[in-house]
């Protein structure tokens, strides 16, 4: 079989990931293993790959590869998520292109062209998880909205009600006026903005005074219902009792007085309009007044807005700025900068809304899910500096907003029987709740006189039942499935999700099944560009990870995302390494190559410097293998893979394969070859979760495989005893072998030019490694002397000096004057750190690890100046 000359990425990637799922190695049944389960966070149905996804399913990849050649039965289970929100918007701007509005159509008909967008554009993701190597067992893949999962989430949502934690309440909400729905605090991001702050005067009722207030939305006044003032402010006591008049509006409120207040801000006055503002809700509660909504559910102003209604609220805010400036009742204006609620999915400015809400008590079901990430540690949170922030979450939490005024989603299983919305049931089939309804209201009721409830539940309910609804576990906790691989091993995520996903999940697991949901949760850094700001089309700073793959192969983009991400930290993306990852590759293809084109034979006996290169190399291995098995318990892919990239690059390709390596045009000895080959399979053993392609490509030239053979179901290497003193004795002789080569340099001695090495040996040398040096610097003879040779260029190793002697091609009097050179700077060198370290207030405030590399550099440059001193001592000018 003839190798390319050339690794072709892309051929390869296709040819094995066919061959895997040809071969079923991918999918899981369960038998008498051990299992290892990851649950994907499930991408939006409608998504695309996007650098988030690269580094975090690269990571479940490597994990769970890593897991199906240790034996274990490793099973991933894929699928996307419906993302309510974010899936209805994409529908709706689609129709909105062929001209149909959404408020058209009725709800059978808008579902219909959600699920015909959902089966067109869904399911992409998962074909790009493909290209990077994803080997998730796609016979299970599932969707948030298929019918087992949405009886989940009815048969949850029903038991919720019925212990009584589900309610229904009016409550100041994060109204999305672009979507129309309610979001949770979660998926409110507050974007710090310029704005401005607007000064108004109302005119006391019955009087000539006025008193000022300052708003950011001076739109808002039209909904005003109360002045407020600090009872402590000596300003405004004589209008304690008494009534202001809303400008344009004419309405008549009260000046009421309350702590709450800030002096010191503003005018230290407040308008009070309760139905637009959490705090002035609050403050309207306790002192009961009217509430008065001004805004229509897409945020233009109603039948409130007077002549304003029908026009959107920032139109108006320029419009009404005019008007009162016409009327002199703006009195100035300051420039401001404030924080703004925005939506997380459309972006839009979010408003705050009383309104009609379903809400699930949260204050008793965090307890278990608090005791198990922060007291009994059941669930372990990596890096454990999460843990504050899970704390805070979860200690101050509210109850959750679960209803969202979508069409597209799980419509909550609520049924009315009344004119309103006061008398309902709740029950996972219309049939059910008739006789739920008969009950409840002794009235012969028929289906006609139900109606189900028209909100969807928000996106996060369903998801927080995942690992145990991919499962069936709710609908039937006693099916083998749900038995065998539940819980889970490990959830790989983002931080961002802390508290949407993770937090509700362990929530869910205690709830419904008294268990966590898994055991360990790695929290992902998150993508940013060099300027670190988290990557996003909007900011067209992310780059498309398929072009990257193409580019790149997907082997070179998985090693350059993880090489770039430290355990738990933020990612800062750099291309470079990218083609960092695909040299590495080609790296590796080059060695197979040169160890596949040597000719072998058998009747050549074993040279010695291939003996003690194959007792050090594995050596060697089993220490970085010891390594990479603690940088894994810890989550550190990161130094694995770079553990790994150390050992490949340097260890074997720099220095075994020479070690080994036949002289040119001479056939290598069989028992090497195999060793060799060996040695090389182990590599790409250890390689393979982070590299799959490349590594399965070689695996298959090696040998003849059948299907049982595959690199990714064979046996992954196990740890053994090492002699540490072999690894250290072989550094030794690495520090010789450049010392002799950087001669060569330095003086252009040619390799071929045979030399002689005498040494004083002070301290031991292991002498098993003499063919090592004879072989790598073209050595003749080593040997060991009692005193300095005259007329050879010294180089010290530790406390050891070795000499060779001087060629006839060397010029002395320029050797002479270039060690003189080196002994002055080296001299001026060892001055200025002595100088710093006699400084007793440098010594006494530098850390300590300052003070020890200072007196190492003072140490190393006095052996310096000792071996240049001997080295001029040597030239017989």
Not at 253 to 279: C, Q, R, W
Not at 348 to 360: D, G, M, R, T, Y
Not at 666 to 686: G, H, R, Y
Not at 727 to 745: H, P
Request: proline share 4%.
């Amino acid at each position: 079989m003839s190798i390319p000359t050339k690794y072709n990425a892309a051929t390869v990637e296709e040819k094995w990931y066919n061959y895997w799922m040809k071969n079923n190695y991918f999918h899981s049944t369960p038998d008498q293993r051990e299992p290892y389960t990851i649950v994907i966070p499930p991408p939006n149905v409608t998504g695309v790959l996007h650098m988030g996804h690269m580094l975090n399913n690269t990571i479940q990849d490597v994990l769970i590869r890593r897991k199906r050649m240790q034996g274990f039965n490793a099973c991933w289970v894929p699928g996307t998520d419906h993302a309510s929100i974010a899936t209805e918007a994409k529908v709706v701007a689609k129709l909105k292109e062929e001209g149909i509005a959404k408020s058209d159509l009725s709800r059978e008909e808008f579902l219909s062209h959600a699920w015909d967008w959902t089966h067109k554009h869904g399911g992409l993701i998962l074909e790009q998880l493909k290209k990077l190597g994803a080997s998730c067992d796609w016979e299970r893949t599932k969707f948030t909205m298929d019918d087992d999962l949405n009886e989940s989430v009815t048969k949850v949502f029903i038991d919720l009600y019925n212990k009584g934690l589900i309610y229904k309440g009016y409550r100041m909400v994060n109204w999305d006026p672009e979507a129309k729905t309610t979001l949770s605090d979660e998926e409110v991001i507050y974007v710090e903005k310029p704005g401005k702050l607007y000064y108004l005067k109302y005119k006391i009722e019955g009087s000539n005074e006025f008193i000022q207030i300052a708003t950011t939305r001076p739109e808002t006044i039209l909904g005003d219902t109360a002045i407020c003032v600090n009872p402590n402010d000596d300003r405004f006591k004589h209008l304690k009792g008494l009534n202001a008049i809303v400008p344009l509006v004419n309405r008549v409120i009260p000046i009421i007085e309350d702590e709450y207040v800030d002096m010191e801000f503003g005018t230290g006055s407040l308008k009070i309009t309760p139905a637009h503002d959490p705090n002035d809700k609050v403050i309207g509660e306790k002192h009961k007044l009217e509430v008065i909504d001004i805004f229509n559910d897409d945020a233009t102003l109603n039948a409130y807005g007077l002549h304003y209604e029908g026009k959107d609220r920032f139109v108006v805010r320029k419009e009404i700025v005019k008007e009162l400036t016409e009327k002199e009742i703006l009195v100035k204006t300051e420039d401001h900068m404030h924080k703004v609620g925005t939506s997380e999915r459309t972006k839009a400015v979010i408003e705050p809304k009383i309104s009609e809400q379903w809400f699930l008590k949260m204050e008793e079901l965090v307890k278990p899910a608090i005791k198990a990430v922060l007291e009994t540690k059941e669930v372990k949170l990596v890096p454990s500096k999460f843990e504050n922030t899970y704390r805070h979450w979860m200690e101050n939490i509210r109850d959750w907003n679960i209803s969202r005024q979508l069409l597209w989603g799980h419509r909550i299983p609520a049924y009315y029987y009344g004119n309103g919305n006061e008398d309902f049931v709740v029950a996972d089939s219309i049939e059910k709740a008739l006789e739920l309804a008969k009950e409840k209201s002794n009235n012969n009721l028929t289906l006609a006189d139900l109606r189900q409830e028209e909100d969807a539940l928000d996106t996060w309910f369903s998801s927080w039942l995942w690992p145990m609804s991919v499962f069936n576990g709710v609908n039937d906790p006693e099916n083998e499935d749900f038995k065998y691989y539940y819980p889970t091993n490990d959830l790989v995520t983002g931080p961002d999700i802390l508290f949407f996903w993770v937090a509700r999940m362990v929530i869910a697991g205690y709830e419904f099944d008294g268990r966590k949901p898994f055991n360990n949760v790695y929290l992902t850094g998150i993508v940013r560009d060099k300027q670190r700001r988290k990557m996003s089309k909007s900011l067209g700073n992310s780059p498309d990870p398929i072009e990257l793959m193409e580019q790149y192969g997907a082997d070179g983009v998985r090693a350059g995302i993880l090489m770039s991400s430290a355990a738990g930290n933020d990612l800062l993306f750099d291309e470079s390494l990218m083609l960092q990852g695909r040299n590495f590759s080609n790296k590796i293809w080059n060695g197979f190559r040169l160890v596949k084109g040597w000719e072998v034979s058998s009747e050549i006996e074993q040279p010695q410097s291939a003996k003690i290169a194959i007792v050090w190399y594995q050596a060697k291995f089993q220490k970085t293998l010891q390594f990479i098995e603690k940088q894994f318990e810890q989550y550190r892919l990161s130094d694995a893979l770079t553990a790994i990239y150390k050992l490949v690059w340097d260890d074997f390709s720099s220095w075994f394969l020479e070690m080994v390596k036949p002289e040119y045009g001479k056939p290598i000895d069989a028992k090497t070859l195999k060793s060799v080959i060996a040695i090389f399979e182990e590599n790409i053993k250890v390689l393979h979760p982070f590299m799959p392609f490349i590594t399965e490509e070689i695996w298959q030239y090696f040998g003849e495989r059948n299907t049982d053979e595959a690199l990714i179901i064979s046996d992954y290497p196990k740890q053994s005893k090492f002699d540490e003193s072999i690894l250290n004795d072989f550094k030794i002789t690495q520090e010789i072998v450049s010392a002799i080569r950087n001669i060569r340099k330095e003086k252009n001695i040619s390799f071929k030019e045979v030399l002689e090495l005498s040494i004083i040996e002070k301290e031991h040398l292991n002498k098993d490694f003499d063919t090592i040096i004879k072989k790598l610097c073209n050595i003749s003879t080593i040997n060991v002397v009692d005193n300095k040779l005259d007329n050879a260029i010294a180089f010290r190793v530790k406390s050891n000096e070795f000499f060779i002697p001087f060629s006839e091609n060397i010029d002395v009097e320029a050797e002479f004057k270039k060690l003189t050179e080196e002994l002055n700077y080296n001299q001026g060198f060892l001055k200025s750190v002595q100088k710093k370290l006699s400084n007793e207030r440098f010594v006494n405030n530098a850390p300590e690890q300052v003070i020890t590399n200072e007196r190492k550099k003072e140490s190393d440059a006095i052996a310096k100046i000792a071996m240049l001193e001997e080295s001029l001592k040597s030239l017989k000018k």
